[in-house]
């Protein structure tokens, strides 16, 4: 979403007509994020973007890129990856000009090369993002969320969560010499907690598949049909470049935490949480694993986006476009859920016990 890497013009149009896509008419840069670099490529075929990845390797980008594939092709409103066409049968399986190498077996079609960076183009999803939600925006997000969790049971690619547990390890002692005392000790026991809560049995129990892990406001879009006022519906969710093979929950966790929050205060909204999780568990119900650890997970999300901004804002890369999010909304977040546990379990009993 920042740019990173600047693409020439002439470069993107060679590589939207081989996927057969027509020529590019315009390619401009989008702002926000600060993962990977992202345009707007509109050919005489529609809108399209086009991503380079920055961090990911070749080698770990048929997950998410066939995962997009595998869920946009069970109806959901995920963004397809552009393929290349197929190929002539006697240079089948051998490496096509503007393909990065990858071992045989992880062989993808949709991953391309552009700017020596890894690359893809996906459909542009129709509708906007809605950065104030209603409880009726939460409504459509938990029933997808769930469909999109009972869709990828059957997919059959795994790759652990990149920021799950054992980043969260690795990356606290590089950021802890850039923050307050306060804020360290806060950090040093949440983190503590969590590795106790990953050993536990009730978290070996926790249904686990392929998870968004980032699906934020700012990550899904919503249309109205009809008159101004109508109910809105969920038109697309995108940036799966967090996707991993993680608890469910973990994923629920982090929808909470951005959907069903005051954004300036970080504190629990009643209304849009309780919508979200009964359109959620009107698809997939919770177990009892599930239920017990709500509370734990919401706090392991709040960890994982307060460490991830802290990174990103302490130790930023260079990028046109680049805005780092603000680390002290999650500290906030983190410390609504650890500070009053037993208040936001007492919020969701009613729901969950039903």
Partial sequence: MAVFTEVGFGEADALV???????????????GGIENTNYFATTESGEFVLTLFERLSAEQLPYYLCLMKHLADAGLPVPAPVALPEPDPEVAGKPRKGQPPVPAEDSCDLL???????????????????????????????????????????????QPNLRGLPWWNET????????????????RAELAYQNHVAESSAYAALPRGPVHADMFRDN?????????????????MFDFYFAGTDTWLFDLAVCLNDW??????????????DALLSAYESVRALNAA????LPAMLRAAALRFWISRLWDFHLPREASMLKPHDPTHFERVLRERATH??????????????
């Fill in 17 to 31: 007509q081989s996927l057969g896509l027509g020529p590019l008419r315009e390619l401009r840069g989008i702002e």
């Fill in 220 to 236: 899904v879009m919503f249309a109205t049909d009809g008159e101004p006022g109508a109910a809105p519906r969920l038109t697309g």
């Fill in 290 to 293: 599930e239920r017990a650890l």
């Fill in 341 to 354: 546990p037993h208040a936001m379990a007492q919020a969701l009993e009613p729901l969950l016990a039903a």
């Fill in 172 to 187: 606290v002692p590089v950021v802890l010499p850039y923050i307050e005392e306060h804020q360290a000790a806060l950090l």
């Fill in 260 to 273: 069903a929050i005051d954004l300036s205060t970080g504190r629990h909204d009643p209304e849009r949480a």
């Fill in 112 to 158: 391309h090369l552009v700017a020596g960076k890894p690359a893809a183009v996906v459909q542009k999803l129709s509708g906007r993002s809605e950065l104030a939600p209603t409880a009726a925006h939460c409504t459509e997000l938990g029933s997808m969320l769930a469909r999109m969790h009972l869709a990828g049971r059957d997919y059959p690619r795994i």
